[in-house]
């Protein structure tokens, strides 16, 4: 009885990382960098805020290189509130 309550909670727990990702909805990395690009070129920006969004941008591209469009996404996230979107 014990090994298969342990083998059903090895089983449920396989599935359960198994579906994180696909409930995640996490933006492709390259998807969200060209939506940052194409509202940075539209916007009206100060330098300070320029050089925010220059860091957050560096930041999420090193992330996305690195196959974490996650956290990747969180720093183009954040540099678009810089710029109000």
């Known amino acids: 009885m014990k ?5 059903t909670l090895f089983a449920l ?10 409930l995640a909805a996490t933006t492709p990395c ?9 509202a940075e070129a539209k916007a009206g920006l100060n ?3 320029k050089a925010k969004i220059a860091d957050l941008e ?3 591209v090193e992330r996305c290189n690195a196959d974490d469009d996650k956290r990747a996404d969180e720093f183009f996230g954040q540099a678009m509130k810089v710029i109000g979107k």
């Open 3 to 7: 090994q298969n309550s342990l083998a």
């Open 58 to 60: 560096t930041k999420g």
């Open 13 to 22: 727990g396989v599935l359960a990382a198994l579906a994180s990702p696909a």
């Open 30 to 38: 390259e998807t969200a960098l060209k939506e940052l690009r194409a």
């Open 47 to 49: 330098d300070a805020d």
